[in-house]
């Protein structure tokens, strides 16, 4: 195996783990959500720090730490590559939006929840500002992953 193969294999794997984990979590969700499961999505939701730390932090550090030893180490690849800046776009949205977004809402729903009941007009904003952006990052992660499989300008 050479460097590059080794790279390229934990790339893919932080960016399977990241993808499969974040659609895995998005059906289950969903699923509790419409089987009015509130136990079940209120202790999902209150894992919100524990999956990041232990699940989808390390997946993401994963794919950006091999994506960028690949480019380093391959002379065909370059920082300004189209699929490469698309791929680097993608870990910068999916950061900001569940930073930004998705964090602060999954709050909301929690406390909306116990405040006002899982069925309320708060919680069910929440649910759908949670369940919007999950759909948006998943969507850009499939886009990100073409770009990298078609990698278009090479």
Same mark, same amino acid.
């Given at each position: 195996?050479?460097?590059?193969?080794?790279?390229?294999?934990?790339?893919?794997?932080?960016?399977?783990?990241w993808l499969g984990a974040g659609v895995g979590l998005a059906i289950l969700s969903?699923?509790l959500v419409k089987a009015k499961e509130v136990d079940a999505v209120r202790a999902?939701?209150?894992?919100?720090?524990? !999956?990041?730390?232990?699940?989808? *932090? $390390? =997946?993401?550090?994963?794919? +950006?730490?091999?994506?960028? #030893?690949?480019?380093? @180490?391959?002379?065909?690849?370059?920082?300004?590559?189209?699929?490469?800046?698309?791929?680097?776009?993608?870990?910068?949205?999916?950061?900001? !939006?569940?930073?930004?977004?998705? *964090? $602060? =809402?999954?709050?909301?729903? +929690?406390?909306?929840?116990? #405040?006002?009941?899982? @069925?309320?007009?708060?919680?069910?904003?929440?649910?759908?500002?949670?369940?919007?952006?999950?759909?948006?990052?998943?969507?850009?992660?499939?886009?990100?992953?073409?770009?990298?499989?078609?990698?278009?300008?090479?």
């Amino acid at each position: 195996m050479t460097r590059y193969e080794l790279f390229k294999f934990l790339h893919v794997t932080g960016a399977i783990v990241w993808l499969g984990a974040g659609v895995g979590l998005a059906i289950l969700s969903r699923g509790l959500v419409k089987a009015k499961e509130v136990d079940a999505v209120r202790a999902i939701t209150a894992q919100d720090k524990a !999956l990041g730390a232990k699940l989808f *932090g $390390p =997946a993401v550090l994963l794919t +950006l730490i091999f994506g960028v #030893a690949m480019v380093i @180490d391959t002379p065909a690849f370059d920082f300004s590559d189209l699929w490469i800046v698309i791929g680097f776009g993608g870990i910068v949205l999916s950061g900001f !939006l569940n930073g930004a977004i998705a *964090g $602060p =809402a999954g709050k909301r729903l +929690l406390a909306a929840s116990e #405040a006002h009941g899982f @069925d309320s007009a708060e919680a069910g904003a929440a649910r759908s500002r949670v369940n919007l952006v999950g759909t948006i990052e998943m969507l850009i992660l499939f886009g990100v992953a073409l770009a990298m499989v078609i990698k278009p300008t090479l």
